[in-house]
């Protein structure tokens, strides 16, 4: 059975930074697609970044782009996401997901697998 678990998350100061990670079970982790996306209160499920099986390919949403960043460790299966320069509109809760089609996507629709997310709250 598939298991993705974040962690990570918490509550910090604007300017500051996290990362988060996600552990993964219960398949081969190199041959899935991975991403990160978050929810707000209220708001709709967005895509913030993701990365391919063997990590050489990365997309970010343009509003982290240059501030998080996204690797993995086909090792450990693991995929984390750094988040540097926190802003008060990166509050919400992180999940992670994984995809087994061979174009990256940046759609939630085209994930498999999800966790259950970890809250990240970052106050001005």
């Known amino acids: 059975q598939v298991q993705l678990v974040e962690s990570g998350g918490g509550l910090v100061k604007e300017g500051s930074s996290l990362r988060l990670s996600c552990a993964v079970s219960?398949?081969?982790?190199?041959?899935?697609?991975m991403a990160w996306f978050r929810q707000a209160p209220g708001m709709e499920r967005d895509f913030v970044a993701a990365?391919?099986?063997?990590?050489?390919?990365?997309e970010y949403a343009g509003s982290v782009k240059g501030r998080f960043t996204i690797s993995r460790d086909n090792r450990l299966n693991t995929v984390y996401l750094q988040m540097n320069k926190l802003k008060p509109e990166d509050t919400a809760v992180y999940y992670c997901?994984?995809?087994?089609?061979?174009?990256?996507?940046?759609?939630?629709?085209?994930?498999?697998?999800w966790g259950r997310g970890t809250q990240v709250t970052v106050s001005s």
């Open positions: 219960g398949r081969t982790f190199d041959t899935y697609n």
């Open positions: 990365i391919s099986r063997s990590g050489m390919t990365k």
């Open positions: 997901a994984e995809d087994l089609d061979l174009i990256l996507s940046t759609t939630h629709v085209d994930y498999d697998y």
